[in-house]
């Protein structure tokens, strides 16, 4: 089984935004959303108006000044290849940890298996969790509709 990565998180963290788990690319560097098609980053450095800094740890301490961690709903998987259809053994993270060391308010979850999770998931299940469409490059043919998606779902951060 392959294992996901560890939550990004903080002490300020009131948005946790999940994702599945690590698609290939990103487990081979090692980082969330290191495809180069998909448009995580993109949108939400849009959304919060400011440009996107490139280096992946500058990336990770500008969501942490916003109030924002990131994690999937899956900590060991196997699948093959990088799309959610094909997973095939998964084991969910345990979010107790995170929600005991964490104001979080507000889960956003990165594409439709990642909500479907979230919700099953009694840990987090009185929490708001609001599904918004895959950043995956797979999923690039609504780019306008996902990004005023993930606008909707940010504007806490607005508030």
Not at 36 to 41: A, L, M, V
């Amino acid at each position: 089984m392959k294992q996901g990565f560890l939550p990004i998180y903080d002490h300020r963290t009131e948005i946790l935004i999940l994702g599945t788990a690590p698609g290939v690319v990103s487990l081979k560097k090692q980082q969330y959303y290191a495809n180069p098609g998909n448009q995580f980053w993109r949108i939400i450095f849009t959304n919060l108006a400011i440009d996107d800094p490139i280096d992946y740890q500058k990336r990770i301490t500008c969501l942490k000044e916003h109030r924002i961690g990131l994690w999937d709903v899956y900590e060991k998987f196997e699948r093959k290849g990088s799309l959610d259809t094909n997973f095939a053994t998964v084991i969910p993270n345990d979010f107790k940890q995170i929600l005991m060391e964490t104001p979080v308010k507000l889960i956003i979850t990165n594409g439709k298996l990642a909500h479907k999770e979230a919700l099953k998931n009694q840990t987090i299940q009185h929490l708001p969790i609001i599904a918004v469409p895959s950043t995956s490059g797979a999923n690039n043919g609504m780019s306008k509709e996902r990004l005023i998606a993930w606008h909707n779902a940010l504007a806490i951060l607005r508030n």
